[in-house]
């Protein structure tokens, strides 16, 4: 499911922020921050408007600074959904969907949880805010994970995030973390104002609660 929320408060994309860098990776553009020589990764996946948003490479930065080496790819090839469009104009994004899903490039939570169902390409997992997981990519995950989901959010309201608890609490072989964040809404991680402290305060709650799931899991 996807809708207006996709595509509210859109980043300004800066290609050169962030305290990392970017380089070709397996062929993508990627931004890279941390040690390469750590031994423990985080692969982020970004939202729709892509590896560029600043709130994005920040908290790539953040994760960095605990001691992982930290990959943004660029998965769509420089062709992330514009930012710089009418604020809470989806019109465009039915068509952006379906020129980029077909290449199996599905984006941010759902691309994660693909992964999250063969435990010999990740330790762990983080859905943040999560687009078109179902109960049954829920049934079908094999590593511990953690889903973080807003209060407001038509594209994956409470209600079935407290499905994706259900289903992962009578799986108790799979460790697992359900959340909601009160007054919150969809992008709240990677799109909040900077300006508003309750905001960032919301924000960077879920930001710590991601990094001690990467720290308890990803060893």
């Given at each position: ?137 829920c049934k079908a995950v094999k590593v ?73 899991h990803v060893k």
């Open positions: 499911m996807s809708g207006p929320q996709c595509c509210s408060n859109p980043p300004t994309l800066n290609p050169s922020s962030g305290s990392g860098h970017v380089e070709k990776l397996a062929g993508l553009d990627s931004y890279l921050t941390g040690s390469p020589d750590s031994k423990l990764a985080i692969l982020l996946i970004a939202d729709i408007f892509g590896y560029e948003a600043p709130l994005l490479r920040k908290l790539a930065d953040k994760v960095a600074a605990a001691g992982f080496f930290v990959v943004v790819p660029d998965f769509f090839y420089g062709d992330a959904f514009p930012g710089d469009g009418p604020v809470g104009n989806s019109s465009a994004l039915p068509i952006w969907l379906k020129e980029h899903i077909p290449v199996c490039f599905c984006w941010g939570a759902k691309a994660v949880v693909e992964l999250a169902k063969h435990d010999d390409f990740l330790h762990a997992a983080v859905l943040c805010h999560p687009s078109f997981v179902t109960v049954d990519d511990p994970i953690s889903i973080l989901g807003a209060e407001i959010d038509p594209i994956s309201p409470p209600e079935v995030v407290k499905q994706f608890e259900e289903v992962l609490t009578a799986r108790p072989e799979i460790k697992s973390h359900v959340k909601i964040f009160p007054k919150v809404q969809h992008g709240w991680t990677v799109r909040y104002n900077a300006e508003d402290e309750a905001a960032v305060k919301c924000a960077e709650e879920a930001h710590q609660d991601l990094l001690e799931w990467f720290v308890s």
